[in-house]
Structure formats: structure tokens, C-alpha cells
């Protein structure tokens, strides 16, 4: 990933994308493929987070203070919003992440 800090506009709020270390060794990882799809999202995430092809919902159980958001039919980023930030913390298929 080339950089770490991404800024957003979220209504009247300057918002910026950060990544964790996990989600970046995770990313690192991926088929070109799943990365570019992942930009792809994250651009439409930019101009709207709850975009219907987001599926941006609440997690519950040991992700209840995340959102995850589709990145593919079976991939997902996990975020967490910190006062004026956006946190993608991990990223993977829904089994990696919730062994399902």
C-alpha cells in the first residue's frame, strides 16, 4: 500500500483514513486482484461509506467495536471509527476472520 493516511470527507468532517499494522501485512499478502478490488471499494467508501455495495454494518462478539465492509463476494475490511479517524484494522475472507 503506498500510503498509510488517506483523507476523507464525511459531511463537514475531515476525516482520515489510517491503517493498522496487522491490516497492512494482511493487505501485503493478497492477490493483486483482491488489492485492486479493495481500492476500488475504499474509493467508493470516499464519497459514500453506507454505498449499498458496501454492506457497512456493525459487528457483534469479539468484533462489536468494528464495521465491516464487502471488498468481494468473500472478502471483507474491518474498520473502527476513533474520533476524527477511520481505522481499517484487518482484512481477509469471511473465514479468516470469523471462521464461518
Known amino acids: ?47 459514500d461509506k453506507f454505498h449499498p455495495l458496501l454492506n457497512n454494518h456493525m459487528l457483534s462478539g469479539r468484533y462489536a467495536d468494528k464495521r465491516s465492509i464487502n471488498i468481494t463476494g468473500d472478502f471483507r475490511a474491518l474498520y473502527q471509527e476513533e474520533d476524527r479517524f477511520i481505522i481499517f484494522k484487518l482484512i481477509g475472507t469471511h473465514h479468516q476472520l470469523f471462521g464461518k
Do not use: C, P
Not at 493498522?20 to 470516499?46: G, M, N, P, S, W
Open 1 to 47: 500500500m503506498q500510503s498509510s493516511i488517506w483523507k476523507i470527507m464525511s459531511g463537514d468532517l475531515n476525516t482520515e483514513i489510517k491503517y493498522h499494522t496487522v491490516f497492512l501485512k494482511q493487505f501485503d499478502k493478497l492477490q493483486r486482484e483482491i488489492r485492486e478490488a479493495f481500492y476500488r471499494r475504499l474509493a467508493l467508501f470516499q464519497q
